[in-house]
């Protein structure tokens, strides 16, 4: 069943290998008969994959040793050090799900009324209910973030009560977080529950500072994780790629020159003109720049050579002055 996620010969080979190797195409069926597309599947089987690999490495020889702590282990020692890797705890569910459900491992025990801090957590959702009206899937939400923060301190500081929590506690558990691999829409929402348990733990008495206030607020800026800009051997490649035996193709590789080499924006390449273009001199002219002053662009060989394409093969008869045009009607400029 692995063919259905994976084409290249020896990826499958790979996967063949090692003490997980006779569940992942069991796994990789039951991804088919869910629906999954071709495309998750194989970020979920590769995950899969690499867990593979890191049990062999480690001495493992059958699968039932790896469990949800080896797992663990796998993203903190393996996945945390190539940066965010968010598609990895998730995978992971599926394939320890998958185990658990054939009885390769055994199925976690269900602990939940002997955790210390269910009380408290009973309490919490009360008052998340009552006082602050919160539904039930956002107190969910809230409650599991809190219920990271109670296990972490009990963890790190086993007989201390909450009620001797202080501010340097709360930074180095906003630090620890910051060092899992999660994405970081993941530690957010896991720092903003803490941030909301603390507020009630002020509110109820339990302890007397407002540690809420310890957590910072943790900027996530938009398009963050999209390159500046693309390195010029990807660039080369796409260039590269464009079919230019039709006429888009003559069109968009002379754009996409102009883009690459010479810097135009979008609006100086939908207002370029014929007239624009100085053959003899080997410039283009931008009479309506940015800064609403002309200027002078060398016509370098490439780029001329794909405008002379575009436009003596690619482009269709028109009155029309500016360079580029669109292929479909109603015909005219691509602006």
Not at 31 to 49: C, M, N
Not at 108 to 116: A, C, G, T, V, Y
Not at 249 to 256: C, E, F
């Amino acid at each position: 069943m692995l063919e259905y996620f994976f084409t290249q010969r020896y990826r499958i080979l790979q996967l063949r290998r090692g003490p997980l190797a006779e569940h992942l195409d069991g796994l990789a069926r039951e991804l088919r008969l869910k629906g999954y597309r071709p495309w998750t599947g194989r970020q979920i089987l590769s995950v899969a994959g690499r867990l593979n690999i890191f049990a062999r490495t480690q001495g493992i020889t059958c699968a039932s040793q790896v469990d949800d702590a080896f797992a663990e282990r796998f993203l903190r020692e393996e996945l945390a050090l190539e940066g965010d890797y968010r598609y990895a705890p998730n995978a992971l569910m599926h394939l320890t799900d998958y185990l658990q459900r054939t009885g390769v491992i055994p199925m976690p025990s269900d602990d939940r009324l002997e955790d210390p801090d269910n009380a408290l957590l009973n309490r919490f959702d009360n008052h998340l209910r009552d006082v602050r009206g919160l539904m039930k899937l956002t107190r969910q939400n809230n409650l599991r973030g809190a219920r990271v923060f109670l296990r972490w301190f009990r963890e790190q500081h086993p007989h201390r009560t909450l009620s001797e929590l202080r501010g340097n506690d709360v930074l180095n558990f906003v630090i620890e977080v910051f060092g899992w691999p999660h994405t970081i829409l993941w530690k957010k929402r896991i720092c903003c529950d803490a941030r909301s348990l603390l507020r009630y733990l002020r509110w109820n008495g339990t302890i007397n500072q407002d540690l809420d206030r310890t957590i910072p607020s943790i900027p996530q800026w938009r398009l963050a994780n999209i390159p500046s800009r693309l390195p010029w051997k990807q660039v080369r490649a796409l260039i590269d790629s464009i079919d230019v035996s039709t006429s888009v193709g003559k069109r968009d590789k002379a754009i996409i020159l102009l883009i690459a080499t010479l810097g135009l924006r979008g609006n100086e390449i939908r207002s370029l003109k014929l007239n624009d273009i100085a053959w003899k001199s080997s410039e283009i002219y931008l009479p309506q720049s940015k800064r609403h002053r002309e200027r002078a662009l060398p016509l370098t060989r490439e780029v001329g050579e794909a405008l002379v394409d575009y436009i003596l093969n690619g482009r269709h008869k028109s009155d029309q002055p500016e360079v580029f045009l669109t292929q479909i009607a109603p015909r005219g400029s691509i602006a």
